[in-house]
């Protein structure tokens, strides 16, 4: 499908970054494009575009290493709770230990749309993802991928919302 005509509803989004090494696979660019070829493995999950990589400074600033970020639209047959799950095991595969919030680490894979759902569960899923809107280093991958992406719970496009953002997250695209 061609991304100009894709429709909110058939969009399915992950955001991922990294931070730290693997002994592994290395730095977190090529620990991040191992954990998306892992995705589609099993056959029941398929990678349809992935955004440019971007380097980030950590939100909230810390004295953590910069992140690599991106956005990747996937297809797959799987409800949102059953493709959750999976993006928690390879995380887990991949060396992912949670401990606190805003930590640094490994690997991140958040389900950040699943077309236009609202799934908002005290303690469990919540989709879109809850802060997405106030992270450039989500929109700004998502925005070179699917420009004409509609927030399905606030009701603005990716440009109104990048705009909203605060002028203090720091953000370049790799080269």
Do not use: C
Not at 23 to 45: F, M, N, Q, S, V
Not at 94 to 115: K, Q, S, T, W
Not at 154 to 165: F, G, P, Q
């Amino acid at each position: 499908m061609n991304n100009d005509t894709a429709r909110n509803d058939r969009v399915i989004l992950i955001a991922f970054g990294a931070n730290l090494p693997t002994e592994e696979y290395g730095a977190p660019a090529d620990t991040l494009k191992a954990a998306l070829r892992r995705l589609t493995e099993d056959g029941d999950i398929s990678v349809a575009n992935v955004s440019p990589f971007y380097e980030t400074a950590p939100v909230p600033v810390s004295d953590q290493p910069w992140y690599v970020n991106g956005v990747a639209r996937l297809e797959t047959a799987l409800g949102a709770h059953d493709l959750l799950a999976r993006l928690h095991h390879v995380e887990a595969e991949f060396g992912r230990v949670r401990r606190e919030r805003n930590e640094a680490r490994v690997i991140d894979l958040d389900l950040i749309a699943y077309g236009d759902d609202l799934l908002i569960e005290e303690g469990g899923i919540q989709v879109p993802h809850p802060r997405m809107h106030q992270r450039a280093f989500v929109l700004l991958p998502l925005r070179d991928i699917v420009p004409e992406w509609h927030h399905p719970q606030l009701h603005r496009s990716i440009n109104d919302l990048i705009s909203d953002l605060p002028t203090d997250q720091e953000i370049r695209k790799q080269s």
